[in-house]
């Protein structure tokens, strides 16, 4: 998970963004609170991706085992797709919040500390 991590932070490369905005530094307080963050968004993904999967999964098989022709294969597709695309949207909006806490966490701490 750590590695997942370190690719988000360092891919984001948020702290250069904020840098061309005017904020001067990053605390190591505030980095670390924003890599917690992220790895929270990236479990929270996760995990829900998993229960969608074994949800759409199980709820297909049941629901289609009275049609002919439905081969498991496609349910198998059909709930892994879901199930991504869940995960993706999720992790996504996760990081968007914590771009945004980051972010304002320290344009207010630049505020009363202009000099570090």
Do not use: W
């Amino acid at each position: 998970m750590d590695y997942l991590v370190a690719y988000l932070v360092k891919n984001q490369n948020h702290e250069a963004k904020m840098a061309k905005q005017g904020v001067a530094e990053v605390t190591p307080v505030s980095r670390d609170r924003y890599v917690e963050c992220v790895s929270r968004a990236c479990l929270m993904g996760l995990s829900t991706g998993s229960i969608i999967f074994a949800v759409s999964f199980l709820g297909q098989k049941h629901f289609t085992r009275q049609m002919k022709g439905m081969k498991m294969r496609n349910i198998v597709m059909s709930s892994t797709v879901f199930a991504g695309l869940t995960a993706y949207l999720i992790v996504e909006a996760k990081l968007h919040e914590c771009n945004k806490s980051y972010s304002k966490a320290n344009a207010k701490q630049n505020e009363f500390y202009p000099g570090t």
